[in-house]
Structure formats: C-alpha cells, structure tokens
C-alpha cells in the first residue's frame, strides 16, 4: 500500500557528482527515519545515511563529509547529494523508510519500505 520510487543514478568520472532522489506515495500518515542503503556485488547491503523526520542524519564512515542526506516532509522525499565520489562507492543504492500508513482493511500498517534500487557506478 506504500511504495518509494528512486530516480537519479547513474554513471559518472572518480571525483564527480550525483543526485539521488525517493518519493514515498500511498495514504501515508507518518513517516520517521528515511535512508539510503548500498549494496556492492557480492557484498551485504549497508547503510548510506539516514535522516529522522525531526532531520537528525547519521552517515557511513566511508561516505562523511562527502554525502549530504535531506527530506522534504511535506512531499514525503528524501534525497541524497553525492560528491567526490569514488570508484569504491559504485553499487546499487535502495531508498528505505519507516512509514505508518492506512493498510486495506482501514486499519493502522507499519511498513519498512524499500525502493526498487538505482545504480550508481563511478569509473573513468
């Protein structure tokens, strides 16, 4: 009943620039953190960074002070600003976020939503 659609992604040269970008649609009531994840091949899915609704973030050490996560609360968006970016950070990137939506049957749902996950490769 709720579903996070990515855009953004890519290729681009060791040292540029992308944007990421998710929108939560559905009858949502309430969303509380919202992320990234990544996931190389052959490698589990790791967290990215992530931002609360009260826009409190939290970022992998491999990516501080080189990513920015943001969220627009009234769209239901959160998007992620990529620079420097590096051969090592090529993976597919999932959004993911906490939602609490109104389910079928008219009831309350908590859903812990992904993304269908965009690929970012960086390489010369």
């Known amino acids: 009943q709720v579903q996070l659609m990515e855009s953004g992604g890519g290729l681009v040269q060791p040292g540029g620039s992308l944007s990421l970008s998710c929108a939560a649609s559905g009858r949502i009531l309430r969303i509380d953190e919202m992320g990234w994840y990544r996931q190389a091949p052959g490698k589990e899915r790791k967290l990215v960074a992530m931002?609360?609704?009260?826009?409190?973030?939290d970022y992998g050490d491999s990516v501080k002070d080189r990513f920015t996560i943001s969220r627009d609360n009234a769209a239901n968006t959160v998007s992620l600003q990529m620079n420097g970016l590096k051969p090592e950070d090529t993976a597919v990137y999932y959004c993911?976020?906490?939602?609490?939506?109104?389910?079928?049957?008219?009831?309350?749902?908590?859903?812990?939503?992904w993304g269908q996950g965009t690929q970012v490769t960086v390489s010369s």
């Open positions: 993911h976020a906490n939602i609490l939506a109104i389910g079928a049957d008219s009831n309350y749902v908590a859903f812990k939503s």
């Open positions: 931002i609360t609704s009260g826009g409190s973030t």
